[in-house]
């Protein structure tokens, strides 16, 4: 491998122009190819304004998306804050997709498009392509031909059905978004292309299930009993996926209108991964800019000024709080995954006695990249916390663990800086990137069909952690418009079975017609 050292710098000042970003890349990829190793999707570079940089806000950082209100209600607010100076911009966004699109903003300096390149088309990029998440849940070829699909599909619904009555089926789906994610794999990742293909398929069968299954269901008359577990067979129940339930047997929707939950759950789908994985993705990209900004101002590609810049943005995207400074509001996934990455740099390169005891497969491996390629390819953030945070980052953070028992009057100090603190406190802090924990575990468990057609759910309360009544409320309105009867949510909890709550809502009269 030949390193190439700069006749000179690719700028001296902070202006750019399209050549220069050529040659930018030109310069930044044979680092993270040829000398990270980094595997990528093929890259689309793409400068926008604010304008576009807030409109790409509004709707999720996807380049194509169908309309809806509330991305234009997200677009005022965003831009309000932003000509207030309330509010900054990313410098950049990036879609998981093949090829890799990045957005870089036109307001950026040499320097940030340099960071922001290295950052995001090969960081991300990486990340994006090889976390097994991603890998399981995403289809990165297909997810552009998808949108355009759903895009198209949804204007074709408002100039035949109506806009409000398009409106309201996308705010109900919207509402239970959270929920309509399968959380374990079942099958290879979709393939978007084709499942916009199918749709004209799916129109002409008219969902034969659910026809099969509604059809013995007398109108104005009870139904024989079927036995519960038949019932629940038939069904597919329990169902933690509650898009896909009414997809697949609402009784009362129409066949576009199970395209558009169809739609709604898969793209849910397509950021599940992004949720399981903030501090691993922004880790990642972090380091390998942080790498490639290093290696590009030794070797004199970058002057000593550009990289006072860069270092002064690095800092301040990776700055935590600390609890006690009026500022804290919880870890920021920049700080957490750039720091515990760094750390098993320093635990590669020049391990003490204690890492050696608790990292033996990788202290003293004398390449860290390596280490940190599997690590980001097979982890999420869960799983990355309660395995690499160790004893000397704990130590250096100053962390420490607090008990907070609703019927005590004082709080606890759990774990300090001891073995048994060591391993709780990074326990404690993996449970709060845990995704079961972040979202209430709700599965819909059975329906009356002997009765009225009851929709019945079950919300498996950890921690005695119930829901809040109002939001409850509100999306379970939701729920029971596209069901179209009654809708009954238990709270239970978990280790006991006892009941702790009972939610009950009817649809709104003439929702669906």
């Known amino acids: 491998m030949t390193v190439a050292f700069a006749p000179a710098p690719l700028f001296t000042g902070s202006d750019w122009d399209f050549s220069l970003i050529n040659r930018i890349y030109e310069t930044v990829e044979p680092i993270a190819l040829q000398e990270m190793k980094l595997n990528i999707y093929p890259n689309q570079i793409e400068i926008i304004s604010a304008e576009q940089m807030l409109d790409a806000y509004s709707s999720i950082g996807m380049p194509l998306f169908y309309k809806h209100w509330s991305f234009g209600k997200q677009f005022v607010t965003n831009e309000m804050l932003y000509r207030k100076g309330l509010r900054g911009l990313a ?94 794999p079942r099958i290879r990742p979709r393939d978007m292309k084709a499942e ?6 799916r129109q002409a069968y008219r969902d034969r299930i659910y026809d099969d299954l509604w059809r013995t269901v007398p109108v104005g008359a009870k139904a024989a009993s079927v036995p519960r577990d038949e019932r629940r067979a038939a069904l ?9 339930f009414l997809e697949k047997t609402g009784p009362r929707l129409d066949s576009w209108q199970r395209e558009i939950l169809r739609i709604v759950r ?41 990289f006072m810049e860069f270092i002064q943005s690095h800092t301040n995207v990776v700055y935590q709080p600390t609890f006690d400074s009026g500022h804290f509001g919880g870890f920021n996934p920049y700080s957490l995954g750039f720091g515990i990455m760094s750390d098993i740099e320093r635990i590669c390169m020049d391990p003490t006695p204690e890492d050696r005891d608790w990292f033996g497969d990788i202290a003293g491996s004398r390449d860290p990249v390596e280490v940190l390629k599997d690590i980001w390819a097979n982890y999420r953030d869960e799983s990355f916390v ?82 809040d009544a109002s939001d409850a409320a509100m999306v379970l309105q ?19 079975r006892k009941e702790l709550k009972n939610h009950r809502c009817q649809p709104q009269p003439g929702w669906i017609g």
């Open 196 to 201: 916009a293909e199918r749709e004209a398929e």
């Open 386 to 467: 309660s395995q690499f945070l160790s004893p000397h980052l704990i130590r250096q953070w100053r962390l420490f663990q607090l008990l907070d028992r609703e019927s005590e009057s004082e709080l606890r100090v759990e774990a300090i800086h001891d073995e048994r603190g060591y391993r709780r406190i990074r326990r404690a802090l993996a449970r709060e990137y845990d995704i079961a924990r972040q979202e209430p575990d709700i599965q819909v468990v059975d329906v009356d069909l002997a009765g009225d057609r009851t929709l019945m759910l079950e919300h498996a309360v950890t921690d005695g952690v119930v829901l």
């Open 478 to 496: 939701s729920l029971a418009n596209l069901w179209g009867y009654e809708v009954a949510l238990s709270e239970v909890d978990a280790e006991s």
């Open 91 to 184: 410098y950049e966004l990036v879609i998981n997709s093949d090829p890799c699109i990045n957005y870089l903003m036109q307001e950026n300096s040499a320097t940030m498009q340099t960071l922001v390149i290295a950052h995001a088309a090969f960081g991300h990029n990486h990340f994006f392509k090889n976390n097994y998440v991603f890998k399981q849940w995403t289809d990165a070829e297909g997810i552009l031909d998808y949108l355009e699909f759903a895009k198209r599909y949804i204007a074709q619904c408002e100039e035949r059905y109506g806009q409000l009555a398009v409106e309201r089926v996308l705010d109900a789906a919207h509402a239970l978004m959270n929920q309509g994610v399968h959380r374990y």
């Open 236 to 244: 597919g129940l329990p169902q933690e996926n509650i898009l896909y």
């Open 266 to 306: 898969l793209i849910a789908q397509y950021f599940y991964p992004q949720r399981q994985t903030k501090a691993m993705n922004e880790g990642c990209a972090t380091y390998t800019h942080y790498r490639i900004m290093t290696i590009l101002h030794d070797r004199g590609w970058i002057t000593d000024g550009a």
